[in-house]
């Protein structure tokens, strides 16, 4: 579920074009993304460690609340965050390549 949480920030601020490579790197990525639970924000206590990820920057606000929401419906500590990015971008660098990882970096991490 975090996984798919993570995957559908990306998919929001990806290009259809990388999102669709993305896809050709990660097998079953639908229905790991159907797994994640919805980004609700209300009552979500976001942690220093996470929010320190938005650099101040106020756009990536909603986004931050949003996969920190989907982490705390999973049971998942919102700073878990931190440790699943580096996972999920390993495994698609051995399955897709630099150029699909670095636009999934810089969706992931630009929107948070």
């Not at 790197?25 to 220093?48: D, L």
């Not at 460690?49 to 982490?71: E, H, K, Q, R, V």
């Not at 500590?77 to 150029?99: E, L, R, S, W, Y």
Request: proline share 6%.
């Amino acid at each position: 579920g975090g996984t798919g949480a993570l995957l559908q920030l990306a998919q929001s601020k990806m290009s259809p074009g990388d999102f669709t490579n993305l896809g050709n790197s990660i097998p079953n990525m639908q229905s790991i993304m159907a797994a994640a639970p919805s980004m609700n924000t209300s009552g979500v206590n976001v942690p220093k460690s996470l929010a320190g990820m938005t650099g101040g920057n106020l756009p990536g606000t909603s986004d931050m609340l949003g996969i920190a929401g989907a982490f705390q419906q999973l049971g998942l500590a919102p700073d878990m965050v931190q440790k699943f990015i580096p996972i999920i971008t390993q495994f698609v660098q051995g399955n897709g390549g630099g150029a699909v990882t670095s636009a999934l970096q810089s969706a992931l991490m630009g929107g948070l």
